[in-house]
């Protein structure tokens, strides 16, 4: 099983598909929580040239809550992650798959949840 969900923008910026992805999520109830870039983090840590690399954290609340309250560990794998990387042929932009993520957890209440934020990320990637 595939663990992401992807799409190549091209004719755009890094910087403008960050914006089109935030927008995008905040569409489908996600805000951003945490943003790491990962070319500033390499070269800041280990003097290391990278490409163009952001991990955006997402967040959709009502989801989260409801996940939280059927599995109280699951927090460990929150919040759902989105990567945008600037490639050859353009700008990736990749979700998190929430059913490839929640396998390990055994709970009927949580896949059913994770099908639904699943759905939402895939319109997200999609639209895009």
Request: proline share 4%; glycine share 6%.
């Amino acid at each position: 099983m595939k663990y992401y969900h992807e799409k190549t923008l091209k004719g755009v910026s890094f910087e403008e598909a960050i914006q089109k992805v935030t927008d995008a999520l905040k569409e489908e109830g996600f805000g951003i929580l945490t943003e790491i870039d990962v070319k500033e983090t390499l070269k800041k840590k280990l003097d290391e040239d990278f490409r163009p690399y952001k991990i955006l954290g997402a967040c959709n609340p009502p989801f989260a809550h409801k996940a939280l309250l059927a599995e109280d560990k699951i927090g460990a794998m929150l919040p759902c992650n989105v990567i945008v990387q600037q490639v050859d042929d353009g700008v990736e932009v990749a979700a998190v798959d929430p059913l490839a993520s929640m396998q390990a957890v055994d709970n009927k209440d949580l896949a059913v949840i994770a099908e639904e934020i699943q759905s939402k990320l895939e319109s997200v990637i999609e639209g895009l």
